[in-house]
């Protein structure tokens, strides 16, 4: 399974490779000073894909955990060991 994981890694990467050398245009864009820039299609598009997911990965990663109260670390393990109680069986009737 790990082989066919891989061949369609690869096989995508190949098909993003293709794509990406075939819409190499120079597409201008305005910058906030004004100025105008050209940057290469694919990399304008990966750039923009970067700019929405680093946010996004921080909060899952970092923020959230720290807001429901979870560490980002395991606790240490202490020598006591916890027990749990359990309810007796319930009898029909």
């Given at each position: 399974?790990?082989?066919?994981?891989?061949?369609?890694?690869?096989?995508?990467?190949?098909?993003?490779?293709?794509?990406?050398?075939?819409?190499?245009?120079?597409?201008?864009?305005?910058?906030?000073?004004?100025?105008?820039?050209r940057?290469?299609?694919?990399?304008?598009?990966?750039?923009?894909?970067?700019?929405?997911?680093?946010?996004?990965?921080?909060w899952?990663?970092?923020?959230?955990?720290?807001?429901e109260g979870r560490?980002?670390?395991?606790?240490?393990?202490?020598?006591r060991?916890?027990?749990?109680?359990?309810?007796?069986?319930?009898?029909?009737?």
């Amino acid at each position: 399974m790990a082989i066919i994981r891989w061949a369609l890694l690869a096989l995508m990467g190949f098909a993003f490779l293709l794509l990406a050398v075939s819409n190499w245009t120079f597409v201008p864009f305005i910058l906030p000073d004004g100025g105008v820039a050209r940057a290469p299609l694919p990399l304008l598009l990966a750039g923009a894909f970067l700019a929405g997911m680093i946010p996004t990965w921080g909060w899952m990663a970092f923020v959230r955990p720290l807001l429901e109260g979870r560490r980002l670390r395991p606790p240490a393990r202490s020598d006591r060991a916890e027990v749990a109680e359990v309810a007796p069986p319930l009898t029909p009737g």
